[in-house]
């Protein structure tokens, strides 16, 4: 998908099993973002959304290749171009109605783990994978809250992580709830695509139930929120049993 451009050639394949959507980063040892890869990454989390055949997608990258190491630094003060867009906020802010499975590997740093905890909703990783947020110690900090990162972790310890910029392996991100488990490199992309074929079992409409944004996001405090989330699960149920499931 796309030329092959960018720091490391990168780009981004999109492969379709069954219900099960693979998005795979794949170019180099690092996977840096430049601003094409986002809107490869956006155009494929499109087309996984808007294909009611896709039930669920797994993000990852080959063996050998990180997750993604970050941004490209070296555009941080590259001006946009009067018709271009800022693909990385449309994707952050890309209301997303079906589940995403992570399979992480390498460095998943900066932006790459900013749209670890955007983009996906179970993760796995590799043992030798590396969590973190360096940017702070060049002056880019915001990411703790930005991200969701002190809602998945306790507040203290995903603060210390943003405020130091330190590193943490699989084993301390699985202590502190960052992902689902541990996978061997060889095994990492097969576990994480039984899960999603598990998940891509279930009818769409509960899916999309589950994971709408009242759902994720408002459904504990918001008695509106508990509203829409309830119509949605009993439209779900209404589809279901007009499907014959």
């Known amino acids: 998908m796309g030329e092959r451009e960018g720091i490391n050639a990168t780009e981004v ?7 099960v959507a693979i998005i795979r980063l794949r170019g180099g040892r690092l ?11 956006y155009r494929a989390m499109m087309r996984f959304l808007r294909d009611d055949g896709l039930h669920a997608a797994v993000m990852t990258s080959p063996a050998g290749q990180s997750w993604s190491a970050g941004d490209d ?20 802010q890309t209301p997303r109605d079906k589940p995403v499975v992570g399979a992480v590997r390498g460095y998943c740093l900066g932006q790459g783990l900013g749209y670890l905890l955007r983009l996906t909703d179970l ?14 110690k060049f002056g880019v900090g915001g990411a703790g809250e930005a ?18 910029g330190e590193l943490i392996d699989a084993e301390t991100a699985l202590k502190f709830n960052l992902i689902n488990g541990v996978a061997a490199d060889d095994d990492l992309e097969a576990t994480a695509l039984s899960i999603a074929e598990r998940i891509a079992a279930h009818p769409l409409a509960a899916l999309r139930a589950e994971m709408s944004p009242a759902s994720r996001v408002l459904s504990d405090t918001n008695p509106f929120a508990q509203a829409a989330l309830f119509n949605a699960q009993w439209r779900a149920y209404e589809a279901t049993l007009k499907a014959g499931g």
């Open 13 to 19: 394949e999109f492969e379709v099993r069954d219900r």
């Open 31 to 41: 996977n840096v973002y430049t601003r094409k890869i986002h809107e490869q990454l």
């Open 73 to 92: 630094t070296r555009e941080f003060d590259q001006p946009l171009g009067a018709d271009e867009l800022e693909w990385s906020d449309i994707l952050a």
């Open 123 to 136: 993760r796995y990783a590799s043992p030798d994978t590396q969590f973190g947020f360096p940017e702070i």
């Open 147 to 164: 991200t969701g990162l002190t809602r998945i972790m306790p507040p203290v310890v995903a603060r210390y992580f943003c405020l130091t």
